[in-house]
């Protein structure tokens, strides 16, 4: 059983624990009488789902992002598996940021790692699923404590991006064994940083891979506020994190959206989307944008997860499959003697990935 951590002010652990419980018995109470809110998810991603979804909005009621970040990382759950990997902090002449060292490391390859949350929140949960990534990957990731919004506004995180960027390069990572990921608006600062990085005339990465990736910071497809009712993260949260991004500055979402970018000459996309995830139809829209300007792009799409659902880890079978996936991917891409040639799956929705 999961481990349960408060930590924080009195009232927000209360807070956070009376939420907790009070999920699990709706929750067990709704299914004890026929009426889950998805027939296919196990309990636990109910629970966690909407346990999450009222983190999250009470989180943004708060009068400061100071103070939501801190209630959101009030109570969290920790798996009794703890991932065998070392955390150590960058070095003063390295950017700001942690190396994450698995104990058993069976790689050469280099993952960049950036975080989500919106560009306004790097959460306890999301340090435990990089963990948890390097873990299975079984290679070392440096995941950079990036500049957060909207105390720091675009183009504050594309720069430490790209920072790191020429900074792993510079050390002596070969491009070929490098690949560049990241999960929701950490996505959408993977498919920024390798646009850049390919504008920039920089070796290029092996491979980018975008988890439930933010591909456009405006409005765009049905589901960013008609899956509200099945996601943690809800519509009217992207348009804010939106504003937070953009600060001050008269910026369009054409300037800060990858869809809207030319995408030839990019690395080979690997995208992972939830069906139930709000951000699912402009994933899929960047996808098709991929696809139609001669990119090398593949979507799979669990048809019943949610948003960032790779971090139940082992707990799921789709968890479980989604992440074996990107390990596959990974090393068919850092290989030099096979091709990116991942299974034709039922949740494979477009797959030009084939090299």
Not at 34 to 46: F, M, S
Not at 249 to 263: C, Q
Not at 319 to 337: D, E, G, P, Y
Request: proline share 7%; net charge negative.
């Amino acid at each position: 059983m999961p481990t349960t951590v408060t930590q924080g002010p009195f009232s927000y652990r209360v807070r956070g624990l009376t939420n907790l419980l009070g999920t699990t018995f709706q929750v067990l109470g709704r299914r004890a009488v026929g009426r889950p809110l998805v027939k296919e998810w196990p309990v636990i991603v109910e629970i966690a789902t909407l346990f999450w979804r009222k983190q999250f909005n009470h989180a943004f009621s708060l009068k400061s992002i100071a103070e939501g970040r801190l209630y959101f990382d009030s109570v969290y759950q920790q798996p009794d598996d703890i991932p065998a990997v070392d955390v150590v902090p960058s070095s003063p002449h390295e950017p700001a940021g942690d190396w994450y060292v698995p104990r058993h490391c069976t790689s050469d390859v280099t993952l960049l790692y950036f975080h989500g949350g919106g560009y306004s929140f790097y959460a306890e949960v999301s340090r435990l699923f990089i963990a948890l990534l390097a873990e299975w990957m079984g290679t070392r990731i440096f995941a950079p404590n990036y500049r957060l919004s909207p105390e720091h506004p675009h183009p504050a995180q594309l720069d430490d991006g790209m920072a790191a960027y020429r900074f792993l390069l510079e050390e002596g990572v070969q491009p070929e064994q490098l690949v560049v990921c990241g999960d929701s608006a950490g996505g959408h600062l993977a498919l920024m940083t390798a646009l850049h990085a390919l504008n920039a005339a920089l070796p290029l990465p092996a491979l980018v891979v975008a988890l439930s990736p933010w591909t456009d910071t405006g409005m765009r497809g049905a589901s960013q506020f008609g899956n509200d009712i099945y996601d943690m993260v809800q519509g009217y949260m992207t348009l804010q994190f939106s504003k937070w991004l953009k600060g001050q500055h008269p910026l369009s979402d054409r300037e800060t959206s990858p869809i809207y970018h030319a995408l030839q000459g990019l690395p080979p996309i690997y995208l992972q989307a939830g069906g139930k995830e709000i951000l699912v139809d402009m994933i899929r829209d960047f996808a098709r944008e991929v696809k139609g300007q001669g990119g090398a792009v593949r979507l799979d799409v669990w048809e019943h997860m949610t948003h960032e659902f790779h971090a139940y880890g082992n707990l799921i079978p789709e968890s479980r499959q989604a992440l074996n996936l990107v390990k596959q991917a990974i090393h068919q891409a850092t290989s030099s003697k096979s091709k990116i040639n991942l299974p034709h799956l039922p949740q494979t929705e477009i797959d030009c990935l084939i090299e």
